[in-house]
């Protein structure tokens, strides 16, 4: 009955483009929802610069957040599921930010680009669906816009922004598997390579160890 009750998700398609959060119908573990609720509130934000990156910096706040997310959907899910959780560590966690921003730009340099309107219309819809829902999830919604202390419209103008830079980080992977004949595996893995190619060309300075 666990087990299929877990199957049974209602994802916050917002709370995962922004911060990682995949939400299901079991309740919230109150520690770990009020560290995360906590880690976002702008008064407790640790704006120190952990690393540049082609000129865009990244703040100990952002590991933090991440931090947090991941432990709350820990606590959010079934011990026989944690498996399903990417567990990173602090420095896995810059990395793949680094690895992210660095995939933007050569995307951007290269002229990729998505429907911005489709991409508003996603998100607003979604907000809509988690709002009508009225239930738990929605109440902790609503915390969680209180606490990064946002309007609805500066928040929907923010989740769009970067559901739109992850559609365009998934048209540079499109583009490069064109033509290509390898399978999924092998595919992923080449462009593993390429991204780690691009990042070692990027300019990258590491300010200080994430905690």
């Known amino acids: 009955m666990r087990a299929k009750r877990f199957t049974a998700i209602i994802v916050s398609v917002i709370l995962i483009i922004t911060v990682g959060i995949v939400t299901t119908a079991i309740n919230f573990s109150d520690k770990a929802e009020k560290n995360f609720l906590s880690s976002v509130n702008s008064r407790n934000r640790d704006e120190t610069v952990v690393a540049v990156v082609d000129g865009e910096k990244i703040y100990q706040y952002e590991i933090d957040v991440k931090l947090a997310a991941i432990?709350?959907?820990?606590?959010?899910?079934?011990?026989?599921?944690?498996?399903?959780?990417?567990?990173?560590?602090?420095?896995?966690?810059?990395?793949?930010?680094?690895?992210?921003?660095?995939?933007?730009?050569?995307?951007?340099?290269?002229?990729?680009?998505?429907?911005?309107?489709?991409?508003?219309?996603?998100?607003?819809?979604?907000?809509?669906?988690?709002?009508?829902?009225?239930?738990?999830?929605?109440?902790?919604?609503?915390?969680?816009?209180?606490?990064?202390?946002?309007?609805?419209?500066?928040?929907?103008?923010?989740?769009?922004?970067?559901?739109?830079?992850?559609?365009?980080?998934?048209?540079?992977?499109?583009?490069?598997?064109?033509?290509?004949?390898?399978?999924?595996?092998?595919?992923?893995?080449?462009?593993?390579?390429?991204?780690?190619e691009l990042v070692s060309k990027a300019t990258v300075e590491i300010k200080t160890v994430t905690k």
């Open 71 to 196: 432990e709350l959907n820990k606590a959010n899910t079934p011990e026989e599921y944690h498996y399903m959780i990417e567990e990173l560590s602090p420095e896995e966690i810059l990395n793949k930010r680094i690895r992210n921003i660095v995939l933007l730009n050569e995307a951007k340099r290269q002229g990729i680009t998505a429907d911005y309107q489709q991409a508003a219309k996603y998100i607003k819809e979604s907000y809509d669906m988690i709002m009508a829902a009225n239930d738990e999830q929605t109440e902790f919604y609503k915390k969680y816009i209180e606490e990064i202390e946002m309007t609805e419209e500066e928040y929907l103008k923010l989740a769009t922004d970067i559901y739109y830079n992850a559609l365009l980080r998934d048209g540079l992977y499109k583009k490069y598997c064109e033509g290509r004949e390898e399978d999924s595996a092998t595919l992923k893995q080449e462009f593993e390579n390429y991204a780690s």
